[in-house]
């Protein structure tokens, strides 16, 4: 006869290892998040769920993240989103001011996964300091400049050897403009010249000065709009009759002689049916 008692310690080892065995076949999710502020305008978390299966790295879609301010070792909950096909997804906050710093004007803030059926839980934290660019235009001797100034806001600082970079924006890819590395100089300012001839509509460039993820600033950008370009020649056929226009600028020729070879072919027609009652008459 068994012993219930070896009995019932059988079950609970083979139920452990099957829970460990479940436990350990989850895949690990893997966080990133960005922080990006734009002056005057969005504040945001650009944030990426990951995850090794298989031996490949994956982006995992349709996982909810809740997203916490940490102040004080307390969680205060800002919302939630659920990531994309691409395992992407984005937090807008109001602004700045919807969220609180610590004691050191730094803010931090968690993102986390609970965690399903396939994957297991996860967090990432960030922390960062409120940063702010101030650009503005300026020529010099006929030739025409962007200038921007990097501050603390949290201190009122002016920010020395930040490395900022300068693009003009495109339809596919922005134009880097200036040195690879414009670091700020000890009043917190670089100046990039900005090239002639360089097209744009109206002859309105879009600038953007950038500090891009920064370990203690995240990402913060400003944009500022300079009529220094040449003017762009609207050479659309939009509103023209041509071959790949929508029905209603269908060219004409294509409108009037299918239309006639139509109405003959019907024409031919109609002359030998009537031709044939005549025959039949006869």
Same mark, same amino acid.
């Given at each position: ?166 693009? %003009? ?5 922005? +134009?880097? @403009?200036?040195?690879?590395? &414009? *670091?700020? /100089? $000890?009043? #917190? !300012? ?7 001839? %360089? ?5 309105? +460039?879009? @600038?953007?000065?950038?500090? &891009? *993820?920064? /370990? $203690?600033? #995240? !990402? ?63």
């Amino acid at each position: 006869m068994i012993n219930p008692l070896i009995t019932r310690h059988f079950f609970l080892v083979v139920l452990s290892v099957f829970l460990c065995t479940s436990t350990f076949a989850q895949d690990k999710v893997r966080l990133k998040a960005n922080y990006v502020k734009i002056m005057n305008s969005e504040v945001y978390f650009d944030l990426q769920a990951t995850a090794k299966v298989d031996g490949e790295n994956v982006n995992v879609p349709k996982v909810e993240l809740l997203i916490f301010n940490i102040v004080d070792d307390e969680q205060l909950e800002l919302g939630k989103v659920t990531t994309n096909a691409g395992g992407k997804a984005r937090f807008t906050l109001k602004d700045l001011s919807s969220i609180k710093p610590d004691s050191t004007n730094t803010y931090n803030v968690e993102v986390s996964f609970a965690g399903n059926d396939a994957f297991s839980d996860a967090s990432k934290s960030i922390s960062f300091k409120d940063a702010a660019i101030e650009a503005k235009l300026i020529t010099i001797d006929s030739v025409n400049y962007v200038t921007a100034t990097l501050t603390d806001k949290s201190t009122d600082s002016l920010i020395i050897g930040q490395s900022l970079k300068v693009q %003009i924006q495109r339809l596919f890819k922005n +134009l880097p @403009i200036g040195e690879e590395f &414009n *670091e700020t /100089d $000890e009043d #917190g !300012t670089i100046l990039v010249s900005i090239p002639e001839g %360089i097209p744009g509509v109206d002859g309105i +460039l879009a @600038i953007e000065v950038i500090l &891009n *993820e920064s /370990d $203690e600033f #995240g !990402t913060v950008k400003t944009i500022v709009k300079a009529p220094f370009g040449k003017p762009v020649v609207d050479e659309s056929t939009f509103d023209e009759r041509t071959m790949w226009s929508p029905r209603n600028k269908t060219p004409l020729f294509l409108l009037i002689f299918p239309n006639l070879l139509t109405f003959a072919m019907w024409g031919i027609i109609i002359y030998l049916i009537t031709n044939l009652f005549k025959i039949t008459k006869s």
